[in-house]
């Protein structure tokens, strides 16, 4: 599947260096030429503002043209399954689906059809978020200049979180130790594979990066009923009491959309510490990285162009 990006599961440090190297360098204006024409569609079958609008800036930055595709109008919306939306975008001429879609794994079924199109994977329900985690670990170089035994702290809602799982895989890759912090029924024995559990407090006393994730409302079903925002932000939240105990070169990570006054004190997000906009910045050009890597891999943009960045 070398020009697809679905996963960040079987990335190697290489590849990610690679890929925030050229993510800087269209940071300090690079620009790329392509071979013929480029068009790119962004199918959001769940709700999105960062991650559906930086892929569009950074298709239109690249001089991809987008063409608009709304789940609701579609053919969806009469049965069509995704498979054949995508096989028809195919036929018309696109070249590039950015997905996101509330199935886990959605993309294996395309991938399996061995198609022309390219699908990058903007989100798949509980399972990856690969460009997302692109974006963290270009922020988390950006500030510390390696990945190695540095000590992250994941806080929150990891059950649901497609963020801390791809974060929890490429991080230990890459040399990084792993923590985890948040309530019972969102905590899941498997993560033991990737690191221990410990408490918020230790986590925002003994982290370089306290990494928070959003709690997913729109993913608890009747756990919803129950939720009481003030106790969840006095057991688990990041207030400004335990923001007093972090390290001085701590820095603070949300993939955002923030439930200010839930997983951190409003004031704090846009705090010292925090990186939470820069995130957003740097996200982006990763995605100008992702879609040129896609492009270089399909002959659309020559390799020459990327050439003498490793
Ligand atoms: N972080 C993130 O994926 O945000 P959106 O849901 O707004 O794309």
């Not at 569609?41 to 043209?65: D, P, V, Y």
């Not at 994730?213 to 400004?240: I, M, N, P, W």
């Amino acid at each position: 599947y070398k020009h697809d990006l679905v996963t960040v599961a079987d990335m190697d440090e290489d590849q990610v260096l690679h890929k925030i190297k050229l993510a800087q360098l269209f940071q300090r204006g690079k620009t790329v030429h392509f071979n013929r024409p480029t068009y790119a569609m962004n199918l959001f079958f769940e709700n999105s503002t960062r991650t559906h609008t930086s892929f569009e800036m950074a298709e239109r930055r690249l001089g991809i043209q987008v063409l608009q595709f709304n789940a609701g109008s579609s053919s969806v919306t009469k049965g069509e399954t995704l498979a054949d939306t995508i096989k028809t975008l195919q036929a018309i001429g696109v070249d590039i689906a950015v997905i996101r879609h509330p199935e886990n794994e959605y993309y294996r079924k395309l991938l399996d059809e061995n198609l022309k199109i390219s699908v990058v994977n903007g989100g798949d329900g509980s399972g990856q978020h690969p460009s997302q985690s692109l974006l963290d670990m270009m922020t988390i170089y950006q500030e510390f200049g390696t990945f190695k035994n540095l000590n992250v702290g994941i806080i929150g809602d990891l059950n649901h979180s497609r963020v801390a799982r791809s974060n929890m895989e490429l991080l230990t890759k890459l040399g990084a130790h792993v923590s985890f912090a948040g309530p019972d029924q969102w905590y899941d024995q498997k993560f033991e594979d990737y690191g221990q559990r410990l408490t918020v407090d230790e986590l925002a006393k003994n982290s370089d990066i306290v990494m928070l994730l959003r709690v997913q409302k729109e993913r608890l079903g009747q756990e919803l009923a129950d939720f009481d925002a003030a106790s969840y932000h006095e057991q688990f939240g990041l207030t400004k009491d335990r923001y007093h105990t972090m390290k001085d070169h701590a820095i603070i990570m949300h993939p955002a959309p923030v439930n200010r006054g839930i997983e951190i004190d409003s004031d704090l997000v846009e705090a010292d510490k925090s990186r939470i906009f820069k995130q957003m910045t740097n996200g982006m050009y990763m995605r100008m990285a992702i879609l040129t890597d896609v492009l270089v891999n399909k002959g659309i943009v020559n390799k020459a162009e990327i050439e003498g960045i490793d």
